[in-house]
């Protein structure tokens, strides 16, 4: 049983297009994330969200937006896609317990490039 | 990111023993975290330090020093299936509300 998985895992498109990337999580964890990954592999945190709080990256485009119908989804909308948005995009989860987060669990990203 | 600092990249022979240093600074610490990652997959978790000292998990070890704002993950008996990129990830509750900042990662690559 997959604990964070997200779709599509290849995605390919056009430049000006709008796509979503989705998220679910099994584990019943209360947060989760979306990551960036670029070509030099590094990992750069973009959103994470409770059911208290968005806490958004002040240095991500409002183009993007997560949406999160439910504790266990967070998606993410891109707005007029760019070449420099592709990247390799992960979701992920953590619990919050005592006013920490445990450690995260990762989905198996989605690498998304623009033409 | 801009804090966390590891090498980019090292190299290992199968059977040694490698240790990949992570220097870090924060003003709210609250943990620091070790992940691998192999080329096209997700990052897996590895170790948790918060407190002073050493952490063994098998063949897989983490150190922390908080005083020095300095962690290393140490690889014992180094098979070729650890050529992969570790990643150093701290906790900072003044930063993005407590949520794990990456270094760039250390691609490891293990030789016969």
């Known amino acids: ?115 | 990111g801009q804090n966390i600092d590891q090498p980019t990249e090292m190299t290992a022979t199968e059977g040694a023993i490698v240790q990949i240093n992570c220097t870090y600074q924060t003003s709210g610490f609250n943990g620091l975290f070790w992940y691998q990652q192999h080329a096209g997959e997700a990052p897996t978790f590895l170790s948790y330090n918060v407190l002073d000292g050493l952490e063994e998990k098998g063949r897989f070890s983490s150190f922390l020093s908080r005083s020095k704002g300095y962690s290393y993950l140490l690889l014992k008996e180094l098979q070729m299936k650890d050529s992969a990129s570790y990643l150093c990830a701290v906790r900072d509750i003044y930063n993005q509300g407590g949520k794990l900042i990456f270094g760039q990662g250390t691609e490891l690559s293990v030789k016969p």
């Open chain 1, 1 to 115: 049983d997959t604990a964070v998985s997200q779709t599509p895992k290849y995605l390919v498109t056009q430049m000006g297009n709008d796509k979503s990337i989705k998220c679910e999580q099994n584990l019943g964890h209360d947060t989760m994330y979306w990551y960036k990954q670029d070509s030099k592999k590094f990992l750069k945190i973009m959103f994470s969200y409770n059911n208290k709080e968005l806490i958004i990256n002040e240095t991500v485009p409002n183009r993007f937006s997560p949406k999160s119908p439910d504790k266990a989804h967070l998606n993410l909308h891109i707005n007029s896609l760019e070449l420099g948005d592709s990247a390799v995009y992960f979701c992920a989860s953590s619990q919050e317990l005592e006013g920490r987060n445990t450690e995260a669990f990762f989905g198996q990203g989605t690498r998304l490039t623009v033409v």
